[in-house]
């Protein structure tokens, strides 16, 4: 499975854009980018993924470099709630055809009044 | 739709005692995960099942730790003759296919 680099932290104005970055340079042809970001100590909750082309949803933006070994996650009005920890995750699939998440340090934002 | 619906959401057990966690995945969803997250870490895979199988615990401890999936009811994770390492925050997930997970709340386990 591709091991994914995320800073540790971010801080980010209450309104403004925030832009969080993750390396994924080993990532495989059919492996998938996916995000997620658990709130304090609530269940992580599921934002976005991607395998090639950029990705929008009412969340949140994915922006994939071409050769797919980095991506930004874009909140594009970052509110105090989206304060918490982003995890970038590359897809691993099992022979059994199930896949894992694995879960790194991620990144904390904190989103500042 | 209720989500993934974990209980109890707090549990305290003395060492030697056996923890017993339940997860009522989302209606509709046939395949159900189960991670562990220690304290200040990020969640770890344990296993994962569908309606009466169990397809990959690669995850799992090799003892003490057991899961199921039965045909009706909850999935249970069972940890028998608990050690205070095994106190963390056990979260479910479930989904209707391979792709998108949905986690519940999870059950913090605290082991005296």
């Known amino acids: 499975d591709a091991k994914t680099t995320q800073p540790p932290s971010m801080d980010c104005a209450e309104g403004r854009a925030a832009n969080l970055p993750c390396n994924h340079s080993?990532?495989?042809?059919?492996?998938?980018v996916y995000w997620y970001r658990q709130i304090h100590s609530q269940g992580p909750q599921y934002i976005i993924h991607?395998?090639?082309n950029n990705e929008t949803n009412e969340m949140a933006s994915l922006i994939i470099t071409e050769d797919r070994k980095s991506s930004t996650l874009i909140l594009p009005h970052a509110t105090l709630r989206d304060t918490a920890v982003y995890y970038c995750?590359?897809?691993?699939?099992?022979?059994?055809?199930?896949?894992?998440?694995?879960f790194g340090k991620g990144t904390k934002l904190s989103v500042i009044p | 739709n209720a989500g993934v619906m974990q209980n109890p959401r707090h549990l305290v057990r003395r060492r030697g005692q056996e923890a017993r966690l339940r997860c009522s995945p989302m209606k509709g969803h046939s395949h159900v995960y189960w991670y562990r997250q220690l304290p200040e870490e990020g969640l770890k895979f344990m296993v994962y099942l569908q309606k009466e199988n169990i397809i990959d615990e690669s995850g799992m401890p090799k003892e003490r730790f057991s899961a199921e999936f039965p045909k009706e009811g909850p999935s249970i994770l069972r940890i028998q003759q608990v050690v205070r390492g095994d106190s963390a925050a056990y979260f479910c997930?479930?989904?209707?296919?391979?792709?998108?997970?949905?986690f519940g709340s999870g059950t913090r386990l605290t082991v005296v």
């Open positions: 080993t990532i495989s042809g059919n492996e998938y």
């Open positions: 995750i590359v897809s691993l699939y099992s022979g059994a055809g199930s896949y894992q998440l694995t």
């Open positions: 997930a479930s989904s209707l296919d391979t792709y998108g997970y949905t």
């Open positions: 991607g395998l090639k």
